[in-house]
């Protein structure tokens, strides 16, 4: 009888992570940004279709890298999961730091139980009133979750992506953040770009209940990279 192949454990933990890393530096970078109007999602991508930015719930937005069709089908999660959360409590209850919590669940276990894990890397954020309470999420391919500051960057050569933004000043504004973005990212032709924008006076004030997502035409998009003033 022939016998089974032993593999160690730290092995095949390190075989597994390799293989999502792969997967995943293959894809278009993809930054999200706090800024003082509100935080700002800006990708690599030349699709106009397949959207690597989503709206999760009111004022929680989503961005992600590495494989489409997996990464997808966790936004589409993330979506039943608020509108279930929000029909069953309240809709103050659906928070960035619940979903993230939930996709660190779901990535963890694709990561040990699954034949593979996710190639994915994702990132959750959530516009608050100001920006010291503002909340993006970074979430790993083996579930790790890291409570990001100001900015998180996503696949492609992101640590001189990173460093590159670092150089620059802090964005004030939406169009700062998106030209800085497009500059950090070597100018692509092409880029998807949405914003959560944050509420002010009486919209502050109801939490939960204002859409804050908006997404940029390539119209609009064209407009503020080409505007250097």
Known sequence: MTMPFYVSPEQLIKDRADFARKGISRGRAVIVLS???????????????????????????????GKYNEFEALRQAGVRWADVRAYAYDRTDVTG?????????????????EAKPFEVELAVAEVGPNAAEDRIFRLGFDGSIMDE?????????QENIH??????STPQSFSDAIRAAHHALGQPASIEVAVLKRPAGEQARHVGYHRCFTRYTAEQISTIVKDRS
Request: glycine share 12%; charged share 15%.
């Open 35 to 65: 800024c003082a109007e509100g935080i700002a999602f800006v990708a690599d991508n030349p699709s106009d279709s397949l959207r690597k930015i989503g709206e999760i719930h009111d004022r929680i937005g989503f961005a992600a890298v």
């Open 163 to 168: 460093a590159a933004l670092a150089e620059q």
């Open 97 to 113: 730091r619940g979903l993230a919590s939930i996709y660190a669940s779901l990535m963890a276990s694709g990561f040990t139980a």
């Open 149 to 157: 500051e100001t900015m998180v960057v996503m696949g492609g050569n």
